[in-house]
């Protein structure tokens, strides 16, 4: 969301995210520094969020030597909602809350609601447009944003889903969409919030292109959505925009196909779509080309990290990922990565040696596969709204969250040798280690089995070379038994950190 901040709002941000992110005392000159902002205005602006923050010393504190600021801590501040609360000032945002309350923007009217000037509004529509032809929209004369219905809502679903803490529209409309959902999805409680939330919101927009008579064009989606007529959420959506908001039918399966497929997309529902065994009816060459493309770029995933698994099932799951991406690709996408707010690329986007390792065969694999086979073609013609960098990441969070379904991390176990002159403190020591990390720890009885770490009380003679010797003369000693913890934690993390993937057992049959 950083790119529909206003210029003043982002550098506060900025200053705040780079001192959370520090979990230490930090100057105005550090600070300066590494914002480019004047000590001046980096002064400012910490006199402002002290004035603003309701949070406690723990989390944000500001520092002064006689009355004059010299340095500021924060640590894990809610950092999303405080630049939510920013953006809802800036004027990006209230040009597209009002281009998707009032379907288009008089300049004029606009101008006057939000004291702003003529040439304010010009520079601030320049950055709109810039913006929506990323997402394959454009914005008219008129300024009414154009472009394929369906990309449309998912541009607004995901601005506002990561714009807003809390409703933001009418009251009236959220209590009549939250009241036909809690009063016909049973679980509706035990669903969290942020999904309830998204739920309603998506049902909002598609209320709101409606009214401003933008309507989702009949397409395969809803023919599939009219052959499911008996699945809970295509039966939940139905009735309600063809019952509950008396549509035609023809607009209610159009309606019903575009939000379970932003639905699907956005995991809103634990309901499979499809069984396994129906999959490949629906989801063909004949009702959709890019499956040849989804088969091409399944096979090469299964090659690269499903090598000896014979369980037909796998493929099927990566299938329904791989086809539901290149869906989004063909009608809607819009790259997610335009609504974070990130100030520090490096942290945000860190990873570490296992993860590289994926990455690094993905972007292998993407590559083979666009050089070298019909892929390329595919990749040719959705080129307009997505780069091959974006394609790639995509695949990455699509192959790791299959990875971690069907496959496991092994990394081996922290070694540890306990060898204490008194009777019984070794026993106790052990205990007390296990407590905490369980199965990953290792006792082992000698020297022989190369230990990582050696806990003892006295010098034992040869030590293993690699070995870490912590001393402690007592169980009930705190800092000896604190130092332990911490070369324990600090060993577990190195090993975890060159972990591996291993294919789990069950995952090697064949159905």
């Keep these: 969301m950083r790119i529909f901040l206003d210029d003043v709002y982002d550098r506060r941000i900025s200053v705040l995210s780079y001192v959370d992110n520090q979990r230490k005392e930090v100057s105005l000159s550090e600070i300066g520094k590494a914002t480019k902002l004047s000590k001046k205005t980096v002064s400012m602006i910490i006199k402002q969020f002290e004035q603003e923050l309701d949070v406690s010393k723990e989390q944000f504190e500001v520092y002064y030597t006689n009355q004059t600021m010299q340095g500021v801590y924060a640590n894990n501040l809610d950092i999303v909602s405080i630049s939510n609360k920013h953006l809802k000032h800036s004027i990006l945002y209230k040009m597209i809350k009002h281009l998707f309350l009032m379907n288009r923007i008089d300049a004029i009217t606009f101008c006057d609601i939000e004291f702003i000037s003529p040439a304010t509004f010009s520079r601030h529509r320049r950055r709109l447009k810039k913006i929506l032809s990323r997402c394959e929209l454009s914005l008219t004369r008129t300024n009414e944003i154009e472009g394929d219905e369906l990309r449309i809502r998912n541009f607004f679903f995901l601005f506002f889903s990561n714009a807003l803490n809390s409703w933001a529209f009418d009251t009236d409309s959220y209590v009549e969409i939250n009241d036909y ?222 990875l971690t379904k069907f496959l496991q991390m092994d990394f081996p176990k922290v070694k540890i040798l306990i060898r204490n002159s008194k009777i019984f403190v070794e026993p106790i020591i052990r205990q007390k280690i296990n407590l905490i990390f369980s199965d990953k720890v290792e006792f082992v009885e000698n020297k022989s089995a190369s230990p990582d770490i050696i806990v003892t009380d006295v010098q034992l003679k040869k030590s293993e070379p690699e070995a870490k010797v912590i001393f402690i003369s007592s169980f009930s000693n705190s800092f000896d038994f604190s130092l332990l913890l911490e070369e324990i934690e600090e060993k577990i993390l190195m090993l975890y950190y060159e972990r591996t993937l291993v294919v789990k057992n069950e995952w090697v049959t064949s159905t």
Aim: net charge negative.
């Design 181 to 402: 959902l809690s009063s016909n999805i049973k679980e509706w409680d035990k669903i969290d919030s942020i999904k309830k939330g998204k739920l309603c919101l998506l049902l909002y927009i598609c209320n709101v292109r409606f009214g401003h008579k933008k309507y989702i064009e009949k397409s395969i989606l809803s023919k599939l959505s009219e052959q499911f007529q008996e699945d809970f959420y295509t039966k939940l959506l139905f009735d309600y925009f063809h019952l509950h908001k008396k549509r035609t039918e023809q607009q209610s399966w159009d309606e019903t196909s575009s939000v379970l497929f932003l639905m699907y997309k956005e995991r809103l529902s634990h309901e499979e779509a499809f069984e396994i065994e129906e999959y490949p009816k629906y989801f063909n060459e004949t009702n959709f080309q890019f499956t040849k493309y989804s088969n091409l770029l399944t096979n090469k995933i299964m090659a690269t990290f499903f090598q000896g698994v014979t369980n037909s099932s796998i493929y099927w799951e990566i299938r329904k990922e791989i086809d539901m991406m290149h869906l989004l690709f063909e009608t809607s996408f819009v790259d997610p990565r335009m609504f974070y707010y990130i100030y520090d690329e490096k942290s945000f986007y860190y990873a570490d040696t296992a993860e590289q390792k994926i990455q690094l065969s993905i972007k292998k694999l993407m590559h083979e596969l666009i050089e070298e086979t019909e892929y390329g073609l595919f990749f040719e013609s959705i080129k307009k709204s997505i780069n091959q960098e974006t394609l790639i990441d995509y695949v990455y969070l699509v192959v790791y969250t299959l």
